[in-house]
């Protein structure tokens, strides 16, 4: 099987709504209004850094396109045409998912939607679906190749934070993960399990949502 090979496992979350409001009240928070186009990179790049630390799995279940403006999720964009709809989500996610999440707003949040499409515009995967017609698909295994590879955004090393914890004497550690294709001393800045032999936390209990908590 190819390391790029599709990963079948079911997404971290239901459905890619409850990512879309995360980043949208991590914006709030930070007193900013969220434009729908920013929105749309920053789901593209959390699928993308998603699948680059847990071995192809999805984020959420969610497809990209490729559109003149940029990498869009179709479903999602029509939804929001007229403002934030009224979804019910289950509010709460694995702290995993949550610690990724916040990573990606801490990593992007603070870059222009130019700046993001930039980014995501460069990569091999939508400059491919866009040639093969309007809004092609941008599939999940190119999104994983082009992340992997960093040549137009940070590597996964550099996204994902550390949880700091407390040692037996009260002193303050980083906690690192092991990511495959790194050495223990390349870990990078993150929490979970990304590249162990379970994704057992994805189907744990979740706890309250605090996006864009600080």
Same mark, same amino acid.
């Given at each position: !099987?190819?390391?790029?090979? &599709?990963?079948n +496992?079911?997404p971290?979350?239901?459905?890619?709504?409850?990512?879309?409001?995360?980043?949208?009240?991590?914006? %709030?928070?930070?007193?900013?209004?969220?434009?729908?186009?920013?929105?749309?990179? %920053?789901?593209?790049?959390?699928?993308?850094?998603?699948?680059?630390?847990?071995?192809? *799995?999805?984020?959420?279940?969610?497809?990209?396109?490729?559109?003149? !403006?940029?990498?869009?999720?179709?479903?999602?964009?029509?939804?929001?045409?007229?403002?934030?709809?009224?979804?019910?989500? %289950?509010?709460?996610?694995?702290?995993?998912?949550? !610690?990724?999440?916040?990573?990606? =707003?801490?990593?992007?949040?603070?870059?222009s939607?130019?700046?993001?499409?930039?980014?995501?515009?460069?990569?091999?995967?939508?400059?491919? +679906? %866009?040639? $093969?017609?309007?809004?092609?698909?941008?599939?999940?295994?190119?999104?994983?190749?082009?992340?992997? *590879?960093?040549? +137009?955004?940070?590597?996964?090393q550099?996204? !994902?934070?550390?949880?700091?914890? $407390?040692?037996?004497?009260?002193?303050?550690?980083?906690?690192?993960a =092991?990511?495959?294709?790194?050495?223990?001393?390349?870990?990078?800045?993150?929490d979970? +399990? &990304?590249?162990?032999?379970?994704?057992?936390?994805?189907?744990?209990?979740?706890?309250?949502?605090?996006?864009g908590? *600080?």
């Amino acid at each position: !099987m190819s390391e790029l090979s &599709p990963n079948n +496992a079911p997404p971290a979350l239901e459905n890619a709504f409850e990512v879309a409001f995360w980043f949208y009240d991590a914006a %709030l928070n930070a007193n900013e209004y969220l434009q729908p186009q920013k929105m749309h990179r %920053l789901l593209f790049l959390a699928q993308a850094y998603f699948a680059v630390a847990y071995a192809g *799995r999805r984020l959420m279940p969610a497809v990209f396109v490729a559109d003149d !403006m940029g990498p869009i999720e179709p479903n999602l964009y029509a939804a929001f045409s007229a403002g934030r709809p009224a979804v019910e989500t %289950l509010g709460g996610f694995p702290e995993q998912v949550e !610690m990724f999440l916040d990573s990606i =707003w801490r990593r992007f949040g603070h870059h222009s939607a130019d700046h993001l499409t930039q980014i995501a515009k460069s990569t091999e995967g939508f400059v491919e +679906a %866009l040639r $093969r017609g309007p809004r092609g698909v941008i599939p999940l295994t190119d999104m994983r190749r082009d992340f992997s *590879r960093a040549t +137009a955004a940070p590597p996964v090393q550099k996204v !994902m934070r550390s949880k700091v914890m $407390r040692s037996h004497t009260g002193k303050p550690v980083a906690v690192t993960a =092991w990511l495959p294709g790194t050495k223990p001393s390349e870990s990078p800045d993150s929490d979970g +399990a &990304p590249g162990s032999r379970t994704d057992d936390w994805i189907g744990q209990a979740t706890r309250p949502r605090k996006p864009g908590k *600080r």
